[in-house]
């Protein structure tokens, strides 16, 4: 075992004490860093996307500049509450120290409303003594979209076709209105309301990608016509805002958890989205551990290391150190990352996410079961990267065995999503029971009680399969990787059919 | 009597129809310096490739340090291949120590031995330098001392002498009767004679993968006996009927007229005898050597029939 742990540590070396890794560890949060500010000061410093609305029914621009309003003071305190749960000391939320509307569980329209009527520099004065020092100033998000008048000669057009065709030019940048391009018009024909033969209203932009006002001005205007059939209905427009204001509470509970622990909390969220995550890495790390393997080998191959090597250990030894050593190069990144990540998380007043985290993983067990499965998996396609390293001089000649293996390592990402939603469902099993992809449907549905006997049986199959790959890509390796030519597929074959003499 | 370091009995390596090595038997004794010549292609590689269990050979029976199989007593061979390599990017003194680790030395020891092998053969400058930052013949002294860092009893060279300039393939046969001199035993294949005639106690010769001499220089010159060159201005063709005399040939002619003639002897002739036969004929002789046979001559003599090397068929190697 010792000179396999010399190799493993060479490889895990060769790579994480690489001046390339070392400048990746510190460029990776530099760059991260750099994005989000880049990100967020792009998004602060954008300016507001203005629209016209060309109103031929009438009524309807008030309601939708309302309604745009009230999404803006709601956009304001949700930034807010984010904020705060960062800014604020632990202690005074829990103890509910900040008066309403400046901080509350939940947000309400109603709640919007007041926290605009009260102001930011009342909302500042109120939670002042409560922020953790160092706490950043509130930003407040940039106004996301500006309803300007329609230009004289759109509202002086005759019909809907002719205002459209006097906008066109504004909207395609030829025409400026005071000085700034147009983003969208919105044309409210005559006749549009909420009949069935009702005239559509219009949404007209160069880009219609950005879609966040074609989605506001479609939710304004439906919330116009609700408001115009209230008023039909005789409600009065204070009793449709409080109508419309009202939230159903609805609780989510897990079947599988006693009732006083049965609702559900952040920590089930993160136990729920464990799986995929964890599955979503280990795809990750056997694609770049895989790489790192099939390079190494070849340069071994290419440098002629790996006869001395051959004569200084077995090929066991050799594809074990080099299987440990790359595991390891693997695992190390998204454990630098996952525990900066946890305690920079906890340090910047998420220690709540942080403990949930860790609880999740290691009070529930789970990461045993996720470290099983995936030394299985990786031990599968790594062995398989390795034998495909060994019967290659170059790059090149890897390329056509890579082909199809990269299809085999992907193919159950689209499959992963349907498990996530339905952990014990068809596809779940069956997936299950094909052995090179056991460990991915095992941890997909680690976390959702699978039936045993199949995650035994399934589980017992993989290991067969496992130790037959083992064995199989363990002969190329050993009977290629002296060769000096690449071997073609018809040389493999023969290896795996030989006796090993 | 201690048991041979190395026996090799009746060994075959074959890959599918092609036999590499054929029915090959020999031994070498402790402490001795032991030639493996052959041509290109002969079979030394494999030979000594299946000596280090690095593949195994497809019948017959190999003993290493008493062991049947190398694997548990890699820690006491040290092995240099004829296909050097090393990691680009380690460095010199950091290679060696590392071999010499997965030979089983330990970690501290395995680097001080690294930098005293450096220093002793002339590289202490360049301890530090990565791989690729070494000329070929430092990079084969680093290899050869990764090899022998770990102070092995059995050190196998394949074409050791292959790519070094001439100083270097002096310091090297030093090298190897210095490790003699510790008591090591050392097998070196090599097709170039001259290496082997300066350093080896005994040698075999292979051609086709078969065995077609094993013994000493002096064993090898009994059997490829001596030729005497004769130079004269009388007619000699006569001594081609003399006792001890196997053939005549002519072997040219000197400015001056005399004409020069090779004579083989016959197995345990006396070259005195034909010195007198050629007086007491009154023949005058400006020229009587007697040339004994060299390596080189009894290489090509014994593998000279094996042509161009044998190109081993991929797919069958792989088998």
């Known amino acids: 075992m010792r000179p396999a742990l010399i190799i493993a540590w060479r490889e895990y070396r060769q790579y994480i004490f690489s001046r390339g890794f070392l400048l990746f560890l510190i460029l990776m949060p530099l760059g991260a860093i750099l994005v989000g500010a880049t990100l967020g000061f792009l998004e602060q410093s954008k300016s507001a996307r203005r629209y016209v609305v060309v109103d031929l029914a009438g009524g309807y621009t008030e309601t939708i500049a309302a309604e745009l309003e009230i999404r803006r003071k709601w956009d304001i305190l949700a930034a807010w509450d984010s904020w705060l749960a960062l800014a604020a000391e632990p202690g005074a939320l829990e103890a509910g120290s900040i008066p309403q509307p400046f901080y509350a569980a939940a947000r309400s329209r109603a709640r919007a409303e007041s926290f605009a009527v009260e102001g930011l520099e009342a909302a500042r004065a109120a939670v002042a003594p409560y922020l953790r020092r160092g706490a950043p100033p509130f930003a407040s998000p940039p106004l996301e979209f500006a309803m300007i008048d329609p230009p004289a000669e759109v509202l002086a057009a005759p019909s809907l076709d002719a205002a459209v065709a006097a906008m066109r030019p504004y909207l395609l940048g030829e025409r400026r209105l ?58 009065t427009a204070e009793a449709f805002a409080t109508l419309v204001d009202i939230r159903a509470p609805l609780s989510e509970f897990r079947a599988d958890k006693d009732a006083h622990e049965a609702e559900l909390g952040d920590r089930d969220r993160i136990e729920i989205a464990l799986p995929a995550v964890m599955t979503y890495m280990l795809l990750v790390i056997i694609f770049a551990a895989g790489n790192l393997l099939l390079t190494g080998t070849i340069e071994e191959r290419s440098n002629k290391v790996v006869e001395v090597l051959l004569s200084s250990v077995t090929a066991g030894q050799l594809m074990w150190g080099k299987l440990i050593g790359i595991a390891a190069v693997g695992l190390t990144l998204p454990t630098i990352f996952g525990v900066t990540g946890l305690v920079a998380a906890a340090g910047l007043g998420g220690a709540q996410f942080s403990s949930d985290t860790l609880s999740a993983l290691f009070a529930s067990g789970l990461i045993f079961i996720y470290l099983f499965y995936f030394a299985a998996a990786y031990a599968m396609f790594a062995m398989i990267f390795l034998a495909i390293g060994a019967v290659s001089n170059t790059m090149q000649d890897a390329q056509s065995y890579m082909g199809p293996l990269m299809l085999l390592v992907w193919l159950p990402l689209p499959f992963v999503v349907m498990i996530y939603q339905n952990p014990n469902g068809a596809v779940a099993s069956v997936l299950t029971w094909i052995p090179i992809y056991t460990p991915y449907a095992v941890m997909m549905r680690a976390a959702s009680d699978p039936p045993f006997w199949e995650i035994a049986g399934a589980t017992a199959l993989m290991l067969v399969f496992a130790a037959a790959i083992a064995g199989a890509m363990g002969r190329i390796f050993r009977h290629a990787i002296l060769q000096s030519s690449p071997a073609k597929f018809k040389d493999v074959v023969k290896i795996l059919r030989s006796d090993g003499r | 009597m201690t048991e041979p370091v190395l026996i090799l009995e009746n060994v075959v390596k074959r890959y599918g129809a092609f036999n590499a090595v054929d029915g090959l038997t020999f031994k070498v004794e402790k402490g001795e310096i032991f030639g493996f010549l052959g041509p290109n292609g002969a079979g030394k590689t494999t030979t000594l490739r299946m ?126 009767r210095s490790l003699r001199q510790e008591g090591r035993t050392v097998i070196f294949s090599t097709h170039v004679m001259q290496h082997a005639e300066r350093l080896c106690d005994r040698f075999l010769i292979i051609a086709r993968g078969q065995s077609r001499f094993e013994g000493d220089i002096a064993e090898a010159r009994a059997l490829h006996p001596p030729r005497l060159l004769l130079r004269t201005r009388d007619p000699a063709d006569w001594l081609a009927k003399a006792r001890g005399v196997a053939q005549l040939a002519h072997a040219g002619e000197a400015e001056n007229g005399e004409k020069d003639y090779e004579l083989s002897l016959a197995p345990g002739a006396d070259p005195q005898l034909v010195l007198k036969a050629a007086f007491d004929a009154g023949l005058r002789l400006s020229r009587f050597e007697l040339a004994g046979a060299s390596l080189h001559d009894i290489f090509v003599a014994v593998a000279g029939e094996q042509a161009s090397p044998i190109a081993e068929p991929l797919a069958e190697e792989a088998a």
């Not at chain 2, 000596?51 to 061979?77: E, M, Q, Y």
């Not at chain 2, 120590?97 to 400058?125: H, Q, T, V």
């Open chain 1, 178 to 235: 005071n000085e700034q391009p147009v983003f969208a018009a919105v044309f409210i024909p005559v006749d549009f309301g909420p009949r069935e033969n009702a005239t559509p209203a219009q949404y007209w932009s160069r880009n219609l990608t950005d879609f966040a006002l074609k989605e506001a001005i479609s939710d304004a205007l439906g919330q116009a016509l609700r408001g115009r059939a209230a008023d039909r209905l005789g409600v």
């Open chain 2, 51 to 176: 000596i280090l269990s690095i593949i195994p050979a497809t019948s017959g029976r190999i003993s290493v340090l008493g062991s049947p199989s190398a694997t548990p007593v890699r820690r006491r061979i040290g092995y240099l291949p004829e296909e050097r390599g090393l990691y680009r990017k380690m460095r010199a003194a950091e290679t060696i120590a590392y071999f010499s680790m997965l030979r089983g030395a330990k970690r501290d020891p395995a680097r001080r031995k690294a930098a005293e092998l450096l220093a002793r053969f002339g590289l202490k400058d360049f301890a530090r330098a990565r791989n690729d930052e070494l000329s070929k013949g430092m990079a084969q002294k680093v290899q050869l001392l990764a090899a022998i860092a770990h102070d092995p009893e059995l050190l196998i060279l394949d074409e050791p002498f292959s790519g070094l300039d001439p100083i270097n393939q002096h310091a090297l046969e030093d090298l190897i």
